[in-house]
């Protein structure tokens, strides 16, 4: 590995984000010349093209320890063969987002919000993404005729007070398109809040332009929310797109997947989320992986899940410690789980654990 500077004295437009959209890495040649790829190897990862594409920012490869197929940016980003096997709990659409979508590109299944799905491109294809059956199939934009239509979808629902942009990635279009959207919402009454999701801050942090945020403060209240899964992705390229985001005054929230091998140790887990928050990043999900076909190899126990929760808790800072949710298969939504610190509750009294294990009593109110 070679340090930020050394990359932009050998491509001096590196801090280009169109430069690294356009210099990305899709091909198992253009890898195997960074990465030194065995035979096998490429072998491996060409029958995993003929399933789910491959694109990875010279940025985001360059975080990538060369000679270490379990390095943890290496596991997100370049294909593996498990991808190929198929596991029999594996659903195209696990969490039914297709069953709740009135128009194209909406997901409404939450009473006052809805989830906007703006392109199905990404910078950095990520190994583990939950929506794998749309996104990266081809790097298709949505069409005018369907933003129209999802725009009077929100228009005539004044219960949506809202709008989650999603994707895809929504920073990978260009300022002007996605203006065109925001400012559409914003023009909305009864939309409260818009929030982007987004994982340029991690895969692509030069995306994060002034040109971009001052027009993100023309449509105020804007939340962003990023996908940092391992404290080797944090950088100090993604450290500066972190602080010009909250600087601009948009609150910055993240979103993990636990993945196996990649982050599912308390170790790793404490380090990245307290590198989240001194970045001013509140860590907000922690998200159990889903059953998205050929990602079965990053599934952990929930058990897993649980016991690193109750690790976090209480012995770090509350800001520190997401929520840790399953994505119930079947589009029941977002069901938190955790330890029960709930030894026992009646009528009298609750009996209950604090983070150490020591048993504490509160007294019920009089019965009235
Ligand atoms: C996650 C999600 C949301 C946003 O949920 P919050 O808990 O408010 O962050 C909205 N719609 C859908 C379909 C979602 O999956
Ligand atoms: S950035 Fe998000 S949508 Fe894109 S591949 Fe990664 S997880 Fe999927």
């Known amino acids: 590995m070679i340090n930020g500077s050394d990359y932009t004295a050998r491509y001096p437009n590196w ?42 920012t010279p940025y985001y490869a360059s975080l990538i320890r060369p000679g270490d197929p379990e390095d943890p940016v290496r596991m997100q980003c370049v294909p593996s063969i498990e991808e190929t096997f198929s596991c029999t709990d594996d659903m195209t659409d696990p969490l039914c987002e297709e069953r709740d979508s009135p128009v194209a590109h909406i997901v409404h299944r939450y009473p006052d ?40 979808y929100i228009r005539g629902h004044t219960q949506i007070r809202d709008v989650l942009i999603s994707g895809g990635d929504p920073l990978v279009m260009g300022t002007e398109r996605l203006e065109k959207i925001i400012s559409a919402l914003r023009m909305i009454p009864h939309v409260d809040i818009i929030r982007i999701g987004t994982r340029v801050p991690v895969v692509l942090p030069m995306r994060i332009t002034d040109e971009l ?66 970045m001013r990043v509140r860590p907000y999900y922690l998200y159990q992986c889903d059953l998205s076909r050929g990602i079965s190899h990053f599934r952990t126990a929930v058990d897993k899940g649980i016991e690193i929760m109750h690790g976090l808790t209480g012995n770090i800072s509350g800001y520190a410690v997401p929520k840790f949710v399953i994505d119930a298969p079947g589009g029941g939504g977002k069901i938190p789980v955790g330890y029960n ?3 026992s509750k009646d009528d009298r009294e609750v009996v209950m654990e604090n983070f150490r294990g020591d048993i504490f009593r509160y007294p019920q109110p009089p019965a009235g």
């Open 341 to 343: 610190y709930i030894i």
């Open 213 to 278: 945020l001052e027009m993100l403060k023309k449509y105020q209240p804007i939340w962003i929310n990023t996908h940092f899964n391992h404290p080797r992705e944090i950088t100090p390229d993604s450290e500066r797109a972190c602080a010009a985001i909250v600087n601009a005054g948009i609150p910055l929230g993240n979103q993990s997947v636990l993945l196996k091998g990649v982050n599912d140790s308390l170790s790793t887990m404490r380090e990245l989320l307290l590198k989240l928050v001194h």
């Open 113 to 152: 919000r809805v989830l906007f799905l703006v392109t199905l491109k990404c910078s950095t294809y990520c190994r583990h993404c939950t929506r794998r059956r749309v996104v990266g199939e081809e790097d298709r934009v949505i069409s005018e005729k369907e933003l129209r239509s999802a725009l009077g």
């Open 15 to 56: 801090n280009d984000w169109k430069w690294q959209l356009a210099n990305r890495i899709t091909s198992v040649d253009k890898l195997s010349k960074l990465l030194r790829l065995s035979e096998p190897e490429k072998a491996d990862i060409h029958k995993c093209l003929e399933h789910f594409r491959m694109a990875i």
